[in-house]
């Protein structure tokens, strides 16, 4: 059995999940989804191999979300990604990695103990006249904020990360990647909503299938090459400009990977689920 977990909001399959599913059971695999949060954590150990890919509600409670990781592996449980690359990705710290290393990422400060004087005094010293917060661990946008002057009493505090904000993202839109075992698959952009600057599904963005160059697939695989494994499935997330690629955000923990828009890429993520269960 290979179970996905999914969240309490998707009691059925999105396009995504539904094609997973239907191509695991093509190659006589027997395959299910269930929820997480409710489902006996013996459920997910016994299965063949558990998938997160639809854990999209657990920004309401990270503490438990990692605890289920840890108890999954405690028990023996065969999760892809693995715990380790999990729980790397669980922090958005992982930015100040990649920039570290000489990749192109927004710029961004991680402050463990954000105040006002905290952000303001940054965002000073940079020049922002708007940057964009964001809580460590999140997803689905939920949390970020763009800030700037204007609405300085709403400002977040506690731990979180500051970034610059990028302009030019609602023309741009967000580029995402998906790669199955490190090889490039598909790329689907999101349109942005006029007048927004979240390429999330809840501010109407909109996707379409789109050609990537082989020097920004290139781009996007050098993130990956920092991991210490290669991942079953991510997605790369970025701005695709003239002078080249910036990574956004990279997904190895629940990312919609698009499927639907790849016809055989279903088949192509099977086939890697199959080969690392040997």
Known sequence: MILIATCSEYPHPTPNLEALVSALKAQGMDAAYLPWKTTPLETFAAAEAALPLCCWDYYDDPGRFLAWIDALEAKGARLLNPPELLRWNFRKTYLLEMAEAGLAVPKTFHLPEANRQAIAQRMEAEGWSVAVAKPV????GHGVQKIDWSNIDRWPTGEMLLQEYQHDIGALGETTMTF?????????RRVLKAGEWRANAQYGTTYERVTVSQDVIDT?????????????????DGLVRSTGFMLMELELIDPYLYLEFAPGSADVMVRAVLQRLG
Not at 137 to 140: D, G, V
Not at 220 to 236: E, G, I
């Open 220 to 236: 996007a695989k050098s993130y990956l090459d920092l991991l210490p494994q290669t991942p079953l499935y991510a997605r790369v």
């Open 137 to 140: 661990s999140s997803q689905s």
């Open 180 to 188: 199955i075992d490190g090889t490039f698959s598909h790329a689907v």
